[in-house]
């Protein structure tokens, strides 16, 4: 992982935020994330990656959700985050698409925006129930959970985009 980090690190900063925008799809993330470089290790780089999430303004939070698709949708596309995506969310089942379909729609129309949630590992059941959960939420409880949603899905694909290399 080293030399990955070692590249990422040499690369131009607009090479480096194009990386960055397949974690966090956020302008204002890529910008401050790459600014911050070289980075020592991929702990330094989640660290400072996970501030500038929690540091976004909500309109900068909004940009990052909007390359988000709903959970229980395929991801279209044939970019790095594309196919990010329909990994993180391969525990969707046919069956509960349209209990999904419908939650999330429930969901846009209380908070207006789609819902985020860190899907690796979860079943479709675990995300519907998070999801019903979630709509219990004020909007302000619920904006800080999309942000820790936001920080836990950008740091695994931190993690990736160090493996994979950028």
């Keep these: 992982?080293?030399?990955?980090?070692?590249?990422?690190?040499?690369?131009?900063?607009?090479?480096?935020?194009?990386?960055?925008?397949?974690?966090?799809?956020?302008?204002?993330?890529?910008?401050?994330?790459?600014?911050?470089r070289p980075y020592r290790d991929l702990v330094e780089l989640s660290a400072a990656?996970?501030?500038?999430?929690r540091d976004l303004a909500w309109d900068d939070v909004l940009e990052?959700?909007?390359a988000h698709p709903r959970?229980?949708?395929?991801?279209?596309?044939?970019?790095r985050a594309a196919a990010w995506s329909r990994q993180e969310q391969s525990g969707v089942d046919d069956e509960l698409r349209e209990p999904l379909a419908?939650?999330?729609?429930?969901?846009?129309e209380r908070f207006g925006h789609v819902y985020l949630v860190c899907a690796t590992g979860l079943s479709a059941e675990d995300m519907l129930e998070r999801l019903r959960a979630?709509?219990?939420n004020d909007a302000a409880t619920e904006r800080?959970?999309?942000?820790?949603?936001?920080?836990g899905i950008t740091r695994l694909r931190l993690g990736k985009l160090m493996k994979e290399g950028t």
């Design 49 to 53: 990656a996970e501030a500038a999430v």
């Design 1 to 36: 992982m080293r030399d990955k980090l070692t590249d990422f690190n040499a690369r131009s900063p607009a090479d480096a935020e194009k990386a960055l925008l397949s974690c966090c799809a956020s302008r204002a993330f890529a910008a401050k994330v790459a600014a911050l």
């Design 64 to 66: 990052a959700l909007e």
């Design 71 to 79: 959970i229980g949708e395929r991801a279209t596309g044939g970019g």
């Design 144 to 151: 800080e959970v999309v942000r820790d949603e936001l920080a």
């Design 134 to 136: 979630r709509l219990r």
């Design 102 to 108: 419908e939650g999330n729609r429930v969901y846009e």
